[in-house]
């Protein structure tokens, strides 16, 4: 009897701890300012290694990397698109399949997955995502001719898919324009604020890690 009761409360505490963990995942950037790069990596060290990485992997400018995350799910870990409403009031489905930190949709991850090999890939793992905008900026890249410093550009190929972008698509959306506008605003910001902080943030802590 005892022995069950151990068991009962040692399953008790695992799913308190999974739970708790899950609650700060969720609200930890909340408390932190999204607007300054150099806040964001000292609060979340482990997301400058991820970007730098990414960087170090496939050239895409860290600061590209910060602000395509940040209009696109503003640091939410699990954000998914907004439900359509039924007459104003019932939630119907969502537009689209995009989710995580940088809203990609499901075809778009499994294209990811399958050509990088990187089967347990997870759009809600900041990492993983990190890799993918090196990985999908690369393709624009290598596809369409478009530099990863004309940040302007990247991110309407990046919204809008590389067919997309080819159609030109963006000319019919003034909203998606001015939003690409205020990315390569972001990238330019974030990037700036970085040249204060990164010999900082590069210098590595207690046994040489992050």
């Known amino acids: 009897m005892l022995l069950n009761l151990s068991m009962r409360l040692e399953k008790i505490l695992i799913l308190s701890s999974i739970l708790l963990i899950f609650i700060v995942a969720c609200s930890s950037i909340d408390n932190i300012n999204t607007a300054d790069s150099c806040i964001i990596f000292e609060e979340k060290r482990s997301?400058?290694?991820?970007?730098?990485?990414?960087y170090t992997?496939?050239?895409?400018?860290?600061?590209?990397?910060?602000?395509?995350?940040?209009?696109?799910?503003?640091?939410?870990q699990f954000a998914k698109p907004k439900r359509k409403r039924l007459l104003g009031l019932i939630p119907g489905s969502r537009p689209s399949s995009a989710f995580g930190y940088a809203q990609v949709t499901n075809p778009?991850?499994?294209?990811?997955?399958?050509r990088t090999g990187n089967s347990n890939a997870s759009r809600a793992n900041f990492k993983d995502i990190t890799d993918f905008i090196g990985w999908y900026t690369t393709q624009t890249e290598n596809i369409l001719g478009i530099s990863k410093n004309d940040?302007?550009?990247?991110?309407?190929?990046?919204?809008?898919?590389h067919n997309g972008w080819k159609n030109k698509s963006y000319n019919s959306k003034k909203w998606l324009i001015d939003v690409a506008k205020n990315v390569e605003r972001k990238t330019n910001m974030y990037n700036n604020q970085l040249k204060e902080c990164e010999d900082r943030l590069n210098k590595k802590g207690l046994f040489g890690i992050f």
Do not use: V
Not at 47 to 54: A, E, G, I, P, Q
Not at 108 to 114: F, L, Q, V
């Open 108 to 114: 778009t991850w499994d294209w990811y997955k399958n």
């Open 57 to 76: 992997k496939w050239g895409t400018p860290i600061s590209l990397q910060l602000a395509i995350i940040n209009q696109e799910s503003s640091f939410k």
């Open 47 to 54: 997301w400058y290694k991820s970007t730098k990485n990414s």
């Open 151 to 161: 940040y302007y550009n990247q991110y309407l190929a990046y919204h809008e898919g």
